[in-house]
């Protein structure tokens, strides 16, 4: 494959060469008509008309020279973005992890159909988000202050909460924190 390139680009020289030796000439010759006072546009007219080796060399070098400079020039490649999604997750993975001693959790077991939720360990600024275990949003709220504190829940809110199965879940985000989220079982 080299060898065959390496012939083409010699071709290509040598026909560049011809024709630039050829253009001199007929500048030289257009000057001297020129001098003498004669027009040379009835002879531009003929000339490629009749197929002229001056016009036509110049026609076979372009073309060549074009068609041998497209496959060795490579466009430069642009770095490739980084999807959202991807940066999301890194920038994620350098969040702390809340250690488990300190997570927000239930202080006493929630009953069935039960309007209040006792929790201990939260953190003032907290965000909850308590579902169902269809998924479905039931609640949200901001923790006030650090320590204890309940919710309260109105009677189509705990019906809500109950469906579905044995247990809810709960999720906390905390500013500089990872998410986490939280298996609440519901007793009879």
């Given at each position: 494959?080299?060898?065959?390139?390496?012939?083409?680009?010699?071709?290509?020289?040598?026909?560049f060469a011809a024709g630039a030796i050829a253009t001199n000439a007929n500048a030289d010759?257009?000057?001297?008509?020129?001098?003498?006072?004669?027009?040379?546009?009835?002879?531009?007219?003929?000339?490629?008309?009749?197929?002229?080796?001056?016009?036509g060399g110049a026609a076979e070098i372009s073309s060549a020279e074009s068609s041998s400079q497209q496959p060795a020039e490579k466009p430069?490649?642009?770095?490739?973005?980084?999807?959202?999604?991807?940066l999301a997750k890194k920038l994620a993975k350098r969040e702390k992890r809340v250690?488990?001693?300190?997570?927000?959790?239930?202080?006493?077991h929630y009953r069935k159909d039960a309007r209040e939720i006792l929790f201990q360990k939260g953190k003032k600024g907290e965000e909850v988000y308590l579902y169902n275990r269809k998924g479905k949003e039931v609640k949200k709220f901001r923790v006030a202050?650090?320590?204890?504190?309940?919710?309260?829940?109105?009677?189509?809110?705990?019906?809500?909460?109950?469906?579905?199965?044995?247990?809810?879940?709960?999720?906390?985000?905390?500013?500089?924190?990872?998410?986490?989220?939280?298996?609440?079982y519901i007793y009879k």
């Open positions: 494959m080299k060898k065959i390139f390496g012939y083409v680009l010699g071709l290509v020289a040598a026909l010759g257009s000057d001297a008509d020129a001098a003498s006072g004669s027009s040379n546009a009835g002879s531009a007219l003929i000339g490629p008309a009749m197929g002229s080796s001056d016009a430069a490649k642009k770095p490739a973005k980084k999807p959202a999604r991807k250690a488990a001693d300190k997570k927000l959790r239930g202080r006493l202050k650090n320590g204890r504190f309940d919710i309260k829940l109105s009677k189509k809110q705990a019906k809500k909460l109950d469906e579905g199965g044995k247990y809810f879940h709960f999720a906390v985000y905390q500013k500089g924190y990872k998410p986490y989220e939280i298996r609440y």
